[in-house]
């Protein structure tokens, strides 16, 4: 296989596994509520989450730090925007677990995160 091939294969698998673990597990209350609100401090602290668990995987396997800096910047401000969308909308729309919409918002904002990745791994390959 491809060198390149496989440099992008393990580090969107590293960047998928960060996702799991700081959507799923490391969020908190802060983090959780008030998600409508475009400036809001838990939302800074989850994206921040995740640029730092980006920088580490692209650094990890490795990626330039400077590089990694300016695209792990790149997703939190993306990442924060995603966020904001999603909760805007839910607060709109007040859609709860039991309804459609509620999925279908949830899997926009993780599509969303996953084609970020993509993203993220083909800007790393370019330059």
């Known amino acids: 296989m491809d060198t390149s091939i496989t ?27 008030d998600r409508g609100k475009y400036i809001h401090f838990g939302r800074m602290q989850h994206a921040g989450l995740h640029a730092v668990g980006s920088l580490i995987a692209m650094v990890l396997i490795g990626v330039p730090v400077a590089l990694s800096l300016k695209v792990a910047a790149a997703e939190w401000i993306v990442h924060y925007h995603i966020d904001w969308a999603k ?16 999925w279908r918002a949830f899997g926009v904002d993780q599509a969303l995160h996953q084609w970020t990745y993509l993203v993220m791994v083909s800007a790393v390959l370019f330059w």
């Open 87 to 102: 909760g805007r909308w839910s607060d709109h729309t007040a859609h709860g677990p039991d309804q459609a919409g509620y």
């Open 7 to 33: 440099f992008a294969l393990a580090l969107l698998f590293l960047l998928q596994t960060k996702h799991l673990f700081a959507d799923f597990f490391l969020q908190t209350p802060r983090m959780l509520r």
